[in-house]
């Protein structure tokens, strides 16, 4: 089996979008169509959170691909065809990766039915790797440094880190790093004390983000994840 994620984009870079209701609605209407054409265990993200409070959660869109994303499973990556037929026509643009799953933090129960909402919200993010890092000096940071720091000062529900293996989509920008956060809700995402433990962890967990990712080139969203 191998993973895949298709990044979604309406909105201009630039802007973070909001309310994508519709977008999510076209998402659950392909996805029987998705399933045809050989996905597994799809989960989707999308950015139709309505919460006052998602205003102060920092958002960044520099890349316009980040209004919903698609994760899905296929026993074979050469048979993707039809799947990226039907994701072709769900937004203006989209990107396809291939990747490496790891999961850092689990929900501890599963209680809701499948195709509605987790609980909480999700920090969805993606980046590349920046130009002077070497692949092993990207990877020690992100992996043996920021994860193990997230778990620590995050109040974390799920965390699941994928890996860029490669792109599969003519034209897609390069991706290294394709991560989803969740916590309870938007207020505690916007929380310095709640999110990060504190002032002093914030600047701890941001100077350690930047040793190996840069903000200029990353894109971060508010989303809902709907596990099918």
């Given amino acids: 089996m191998e993973k895949l994620i298709y990044l979604l984009g309406d909105t201009a870079a630039g802007t973070p979008p909001r309310g994508r209701h519709d977008l999510r609605e076209k998402l659950f209407a392909a996805a029987p169509a998705l399933e045809s054409a050989g996905a597994r265990d799809i989960t989707l993200g999308v950015a139709d959170v309505d919460d006052p409070d998602v205003e102060h959660v920092t958002q960044m869109n520099a890349h316009g691909l980040i209004d919903a994303q698609v994760s899905l499973w296929v026993e074979n990556l050469d048979g993707r065809s039809g799947i990226e037929a039907v994701v072709a026509g769900l937004a203006q643009r989209h990107a396809g990766y291939l990747v490496t799953e790891s999961i850092l933090c689990e929900y501890p129960d599963r209680s809701w039915p499948a195709g509605e909402a987790s609980p909480g919200i999700a920090l969805f993010t993606s980046f590349p790797k920046p130009e002077k890092l070497d692949f ?26 994928n890996a860029v293996f490669r792109p599969i989509t003519e034209a897609a920008p390069t991706f290294h790093a394709i991560v989803s956060e969740s916590v309870a809700s938007c207020a505690v995402a916007a929380d310095v004390d709640q999110f990060y433990s504190g002032p002093a962890n914030r600047k701890r967990i ?16 508010v989303m809902r994840e709907y596990i099918l």
């Fill in 136 to 161: 092993e000096t990207f990877y020690a940071r992100w992996h043996g440094s920021h994860g193990p720091l997230s778990l620590e000062l995050h109040p974390l529900t799920r965390y699941v880190r």
């Fill in 206 to 221: 941001v100077k350690d983000l930047l040793s190996f990712a840069q903000i200029e080139t990353m894109s971060t969203a």
